[in-house]
């Protein structure tokens, strides 16, 4: 259980890393809001723009995004887990609780 709330905990970190990249290389939107109700001329929906590096980066944004949330809440699953097991103690052969200071004794 430990190896896989590392795995999770590491893949998050990268997550995390990549997706502030991505945000961080994308080109700012200075239509504000008047581009907004208009309607801006470089949007999403523009002809030939999901081949733009800015619909690609759009893209990245939003799957590393939902990637960051579901590891997230993974790695606190799995630490909850963790945390319960060791405050209930582990079972014997005999299906009885064990606790740490009954354990210890």
Request: charged content about 15%; some cysteine; aromatic content about 4%.
């Given at each position: 259980?430990?190896?896989l709330?590392t795995?999770?905990?590491?893949?998050?970190?990268?997550?995390?890393?990549?997706?502030?990249?991505?945000?961080?290389?994308?080109?700012?939107?200075?239509?504000?809001?008047s581009?907004?109700?208009?309607?801006?001329?470089?949007?999403?929906?523009?002809?030939?723009?999901?081949?733009?590096?800015?619909?690609?980066?759009?893209?990245?944004?939003?799957?590393?995004?939902?990637?960051?949330?579901?590891?997230?809440?993974?790695?606190?699953i799995?630490?909850s887990?963790?945390?319960?097991?060791?405050a209930?103690?582990?079972?014997?052969?005999?299906?009885?609780?064990?606790?740490?200071?009954?354990?210890?004794?």
């Amino acid at each position: 259980m430990e190896t896989l709330k590392t795995i999770v905990l590491v893949l998050d970190l990268i997550c995390a890393v990549l997706l502030t990249l991505v945000v961080l290389f994308q080109s700012g939107k200075s239509a504000g809001l008047s581009g907004a109700i208009a309607g801006a001329s470089d949007s999403f929906m523009a002809r030939g723009g999901s081949k733009t590096l800015d619909a690609k980066l759009a893209k990245a944004t939003k799957w590393l995004g939902l990637a960051f949330v579901l590891l997230s809440l993974l790695a606190v699953i799995l630490v909850s887990s963790v945390k319960t097991t060791a405050a209930t103690g582990s079972q014997d052969s005999n299906n009885t609780v064990v606790t740490t200071e009954a354990a210890a004794k």
